[in-house]
């Protein structure tokens, strides 16, 4: 079973980065070229929000509206990859998660991380 977990701290100040990781099991996230490793949020206000995702040779591809703020990269020998999200601020606030998707099926996702609550405050 594949099983993705998020991981980072619950708290980020205002104008600093936020960073955090996915740490997947069940799955490489080096062996496959039909999946994707994604970062979505989910906002009070807003609901739920693409970031990005990153693939199998560590290729990005994030949401423009988010592009200039935000950075994936991998670490194949833990099986993880990893958000940051630079100059924060309180509208960052959501509960942040990784999620597996496939090829050709842009926004579903097959397994998903339980979620991690980041608040952006003072």
């Not at 099991?25 to 496959?32: D, L």
């Not at 206000?45 to 991998?74: C, D, H, V």
Request: glycine residues 8%; hydrophobic residues 30%.
């Amino acid at each position: 079973q594949v099983l993705v977990q998020e991981s980072g701290p619950g708290l980020v100040k205002p104008s600093q980065t936020l960073s955090l990781t996915c740490t997947v099991s069940g799955a490489s996230i080096t062996t496959t070229t039909n999946y994707y490793w994604n970062w979505i949020r989910q906002t009070p206000g807003k609901g739920m929000e693409w970031i990005g995702y990153i693939n199998y040779i560590g290729s990005t591809y994030i949401n423009p509206a988010l592009s200039s703020r935000t950075s994936m990269f991998s670490d194949t020998s833990k099986n993880q990859f990893a958000l940051q999200l630079t100059s924060v601020t309180p509208e960052d606030t959501a509960v942040y998660y990784c999620a597996r998707s496939m090829t050709g099926v842009w926004h579903t996702y097959d397994h998903w991380g339980q979620g991690t609550q980041v608040a952006v405050s003072t």
